[in-house]
Every structure is written in structure tokens, then in C-alpha cells.
């Protein structure tokens, strides 16, 4: 399968070309990163350490869906945003593994799936969607009774908050719950805020070093407390889900889809 890769130049577009490379049934179409960047012309193998691929990064991502089967996609919202467009534009597989999206920027998304493949999740790793269907079983069988915190600590560049998995894992815990994330979730706390109400779902963000990503999901009930945890330890578990995201979806109608339906753990 022939794939591009958009943000070449950072940490996760550099995994994703080291899991292209080392996926038999791919292989690296293109490199492409945003205009002025310092890694234009490079040879993206040789960025992400696997030798030469003789794929030169660009900055026109246009001259790179077209001769593509898929385009893998961590970057930033405006850029996800506006290769998914093109990707509807080829019909082509979008793997989508950007954070911080808003309400435009999903509804964009959802424009796009109609003429192209579209996987997105807020975490490709199989550790984390596992770890989303148990906290949509636990809170299902919990009841609001039991009060449930989502605890996620990161590295300190990272720039959104809360982390795209910690709102995964609050939409799992919300839909066990048949309720809706957006009218029962608590992001912050500062100063005299009185009691936790029933029913929330609350967020702790953590920043700092080089934290890949650790994420807790706590059930506290009546004199007992269940945490449901994943730690990550390399960012190539996403890169790797990503890549199979992207074999999945080759041949698939057009359509929105996660990683719970790549990895067959959708209710």
C-alpha cells in the first residue's frame, strides 16, 4: 500500500516513516511538511533513521495524494483539516491521528468522509482502545454513583490539553454511561468550587519531561476505588497502529471510522 506521511519532520512523522519501512505490505509514496521548514529536500528516510528511501520531502502535499493509496496524518488541526479535503478530493484512506480538533474542524471531517476513508482516533495504540472498551464496561456497570477522573500525564512540548486519548477515554466512559461528554465533563478546578457533582466526568492534566503518555482512568465508589491504567513507553505503538489503520481501511467504502472498528473492539 502506497502511503504518504504529513509532518515528516517531527517526532510522530519520522515513527510513522520508520512503521512504513518496516511493514512489508507498505511502502513510503511521500513526505511532505508545512512551507519554510528546514527539513524541505531531505531524504525522509534518512530523517527518520532507516537509511535513504529516495523520497525527497516536499512542501505540496497536492503532487503526493494523487499518486497515493493513503496519507498518515499526526499534525496540527488546520493542516489535518486541509489534507482531508484533498484526501476526499483522491478517495484515498485518511489516517487521522491529530489532537485538539474543534467542532469546525470535525464537522470538516465528517465532509470528508463521505468521499474518502477516514480513521480517526485520539490514540492508535491497541493497549489504549482496549483500555477505552473496559472503562465503557466499568462505568456502565458502576452507575453515576461512582465518581470517575481521567488522570493524563504527557512531555512538555505538548500543546493541547486534554490529551486526544483523556477525551477518548471520557467519551468511552460517557457512552457506557449514555450520556454526553460535552454536558457532563469538568476540565478544571481552581479555587473555592464546592462539591464534586454526580454524574461528572473530571480531567487532570499533567505536563513535563519526556512523558510519551500515561493515562488513568479512576472509578471511585462507597469505600472503594478501581483504576484502569496504560502507560507508553515508545511513540511507535502509534505509529505501528496507524500504519494498520491505514491496511484496514484500503478498500473501504467511504465512511468515519476509529480504531475500535480496526481492531474489531466496537460494541
Given at each position: 500500500?502506497?502511503?504518504?506521511?504529513?509532518g515528516?519532520?517531527?517526532?510522530?512523522g519520522?515513527?510513522?516513516?520508520?512503521?512504513?519501512?518496516?511493514?512489508?505490505?507498505t511502502?513510503?509514496?511521500?513526505?511532505?511538511?508545512?512551507?519554510?521548514?528546514?527539513?524541505?529536500?531531505?531524504d525522509?528516510?534518512?530523517?527518520?533513521g532507516?537509511?535513504p528511501?529516495?523520497?525527497?520531502?516536499?512542501d505540496?502535499?497536492?503532487?503526493?495524494v494523487?499518486?497515493?493509496?493513503?496519507?498518515?496524518?499526526?499534525?496540527?488541526?488546520?493542516?489535518?483539516?486541509?489534507?482531508?479535503?484533498l484526501?476526499a478530493?483522491?478517495r484515498?484512506?485518511?489516517?487521522?491521528?491529530?489532537?485538539?480538533?474543534?467542532?469546525?474542524d470535525?464537522?470538516?471531517?465528517d465532509?470528508?468522509?463521505?468521499?474518502a476513508?477516514?480513521?480517526r482516533?485520539?490514540?492508535?495504540?491497541?493497549g489504549?482502545?482496549?483500555?477505552?472498551?473496559?472503562?465503557?464496561?466499568?462505568?456502565?456497570a458502576?452507575?453515576?454513583?461512582?465518581?470517575?477522573?481521567?488522570?493524563?500525564?504527557?512531555?512538555?512540548?505538548?500543546v493541547?490539553?486534554?490529551?486526544?486519548?483523556?477525551l477518548?477515554?471520557?467519551?468511552?466512559?460517557a457512552?457506557?454511561?449514555?450520556?454526553?461528554?460535552?454536558?457532563?465533563?469538568?476540565?478544571?478546578?481552581?479555587?473555592h468550587?464546592?462539591?464534586?457533582p454526580?454524574?461528572?466526568i473530571?480531567?487532570a492534566?499533567?505536563?513535563?519531561?519526556?512523558?510519551?503518555?500515561d493515562?488513568?482512568?479512576?472509578?471511585?465508589?462507597?469505600?472503594?476505588?478501581?483504576?484502569?491504567?496504560?502507560?507508553?513507553?515508545?511513540?511507535?505503538?502509534?505509529?505501528?497502529?496507524?500504519?494498520?489503520?491505514?491496511?484496514?481501511?484500503?478498500?473501504?467504502?467511504?465512511?468515519?471510522?476509529g480504531m475500535?472498528d480496526?481492531?474489531?473492539?466496537?460494541?
Open positions: 500500500m502506497r502511503l504518504i506521511v504529513a515528516a519532520g517531527g517526532r510522530m519520522r515513527a510513522l516513516v520508520r512503521a512504513i519501512a518496516e511493514e512489508p505490505e511502502e513510503l509514496a511521500g513526505a511532505f511538511e508545512r512551507e519554510g521548514s528546514d527539513v524541505l529536500g531531505r525522509a528516510g534518512e530523517l527518520a532507516v537509511g528511501l529516495g523520497i525527497t520531502v516536499t505540496d502535499p497536492l503532487s503526493l494523487v499518486h497515493a493509496e493513503g496519507a498518515l496524518d499526526f499534525t496540527i488541526p488546520a493542516a489535518t483539516v486541509a489534507l482531508s479535503e484526501c478530493q483522491a484515498i484512506v485518511h489516517v487521522v491521528g491529530t489532537t485538539g480538533l474543534a467542532a469546525a470535525l464537522a470538516r471531517l465532509a470528508a468522509a463521505r468521499h476513508t477516514v480513521i482516533s485520539g490514540n492508535m495504540s491497541l489504549v482502545n482496549l483500555l477505552a472498551g473496559l472503562a465503557r464496561q466499568a462505568a456502565r458502576l452507575g453515576p454513583d461512582w465518581d470517575v477522573e481521567i488522570v493524563e500525564m504527557h512531555h512538555r512540548a505538548k493541547d490539553a486534554p490529551s486526544g486519548t483523556a477518548l477515554l471520557g467519551e468511552a466512559v457512552e457506557g454511561r449514555a450520556i454526553s461528554l460535552a454536558d457532563h465533563s469538568v476540565r478544571s478546578r481552581d479555587g468550587v464546592g462539591a464534586r454526580e454524574g461528572t473530571g480531567f492534566t499533567l505536563r513535563g519531561g519526556t512523558v510519551v503518555g493515562h488513568t482512568v479512576i472509578l471511585a465508589g462507597p469505600g472503594e476505588r478501581v483504576e484502569l491504567g496504560h502507560r507508553a513507553e515508545d511513540r511507535m505503538i502509534f505509529a505501528r497502529g496507524a500504519v494498520k489503520a491505514a491496511l484496514w481501511g484500503r478498500g473501504r467504502k467511504p465512511g468515519l471510522y475500535a480496526v481492531l474489531g473492539l466496537a460494541d
